[in-house]
């Protein structure tokens, strides 16, 4: 759940917002606390894993984890043996996401980099890209989705997960759970900033990419966990599918 964009050292368009890298930042001590301010994203990763994992074999392959914040969803890949390559803007979060990769010897590859550049340097270089909880903190997410489908290798899936624009993803994403659950921190979410998986979907085409399947994804606080459903209108996550060459 971090703001990710291109950085200026980078020389790109600034698709990035500093107020978010600085919000995110601020967490990064307790980003592995299963219990401190991101705890809903450690209830959250077992459910994204699956999501993927079902969808494109990891064994092996090459997946590219953008905004990866303090690295939760990027050691899980490489722990269903991805080799992962792992990109943030935020030097708070990728120096926590390394102490944390040291501790427990998984093996990532952390970079401090935009999409955007990474897509000049490695055009059709991963098999598979998650992007999760991102393209609702960055000012212009159809951007990244056209980096990403440059990144990835023909017949290679892109995964996406972010939040509907609706009043019950008001309701309970904004309200309760920044205010009365206090599961996020307060101002973790901005409700313009919501996407449809309609605006999502043109997108992905747009890119050239084939949309497979939106699923909901519902967090239950009360057991710590989350799980795919078929309801989307407050989170949700998405599969899409680059073409193959010849198609």
């Not at 401190?36 to 993927?52: E, S």
């Not at 085409?205 to 994804?217: K, Y």
Request: aromatic letters at 6%.
């Amino acid at each position: 759940m971090s703001a990710h964009g291109t950085a200026p050292e980078h020389g790109g368009d600034d698709n990035f917002s500093q107020a978010e890298l600085d919000k995110f930042g601020a967490l990064a001590n307790r980003w592995w606390d299963p219990d401190g301010p991101q705890k809903a994203l450690h209830a959250l990763n077992p459910a994204r894993l699956d999501y993927v994992a079902q969808r494109s074999a990891l064994a092996g392959a090459r997946v590219l984890d953008v905004g990866c914040g303090g690295g939760l969803l990027s050691e899980a890949l490489a722990g269903a043996g991805a080799e992962v390559v792992a990109i943030d803007l935020a030097p708070e979060l990728l120096k926590v996401a390394r102490l944390h990769k040291l501790e427990t010897g998984v093996r990532v590859d952390y970079r401090q980099q935009s999409v955007e550049s990474l897509a000049a340097q490695e055009p059709a270089g991963f098999d598979a890209i998650t992007c999760m909880e991102m393209l609702e903190h960055v000012p212009d997410p159809a951007a990244i989705v056209r980096a990403c489908a440059a990144l990835l290798k023909p017949g290679g899936r892109l995964f996406l997960s972010t939040l509907n624009r609706t009043p019950a993803a008001f309701a309970l994403a904004i309200v309760g759970a920044e205010y009365v659950a206090r599961v996020l921190p307060k101002g973790t979410h901005q409700y313009r900033d919501f996407i449809k998986p309609s605006e999502l979907g043109g997108w992905l085409r747009e890119a050239g990419l084939q949309l497979e399947d939106v699923s909901g994804l519902m967090y239950e606080p009360w057991r710590k966990a989350a799980r795919v459903i078929s309801r989307t209108d407050v989170n949700y996550l998405a599969c899409a599918r680059k073409p193959d060459a010849d198609a």
